[in-house]
């Protein structure tokens, strides 16, 4: 339908504004806005180490870019300014996943942590402590309340927000666990590994059980 402009360096991720109009995508140390006619409409220029994601607010108005240089930059879309830098991160940081229903985002870094940010604010207002290899991916639940981490370890872990605790692990994966993804109604969740699996779990408050598993 559409191919775009190429790149001077690979694309590590690519995103879809929330209203479908916009896409995004992190290449080397620059971000990239398009279009949906693959026009490009803005650059951001900042980051001092690769970007490795990035993820755009609810109101798809702004964007968040984490890199190799262990910082998190929010841009406004609008006029390509940097709005706000957080930098609590001790390693690169991995993944990001705006948190619906609040003005919250988290962060994953090869420090080991996860950490929870009010956008307003800058603060970093929750931390938890991955007591194992480095996050890959983030995913929140739609309503807000779950987080879910792809892990180096090859687990698959769930997050209570509002508890600030680990609510449970997924284990099946035979390598390292590279995307997650909640369903809508946030009971089931999706896992891709380097095991060339697609893994489909169920969510209770009583447990957890791998559903399907597909192999590429």
Sequence with gaps: ???????????????????????????????????????????????????????????????????DDTTIRLWDIHSGREVQCFKRHKAGITALACIAQTNHFASAGKDQTIRLWDIRSGLEIEKFEVHADHVLDLAASADGKRLASGHFDTTLRIWDLAAAREMGQYVGHKQMVCAVAFTPDGEQLLSAGQDQTLRLWDRSEEHTSELQSLRH
């Design 1 to 67: 339908v559409q191919r775009f402009p190429k790149h001077p360096q690979e694309i590590r991720r690519v995103a879809f504004s929330p209203t479908s109009d916009q896409i995004a995508t992190a290449s080397g140390f620059t971000v990239r806005l398009y279009d949906v006619r693959g026009q490009e409409k803005k650059r951001f220029s900042g980051h001092t180490g690769s970007i490795k994601c990035l993820a755009f607010t609810a109101d798809g108005k702004r964007l968040l870019t984490g890199g």
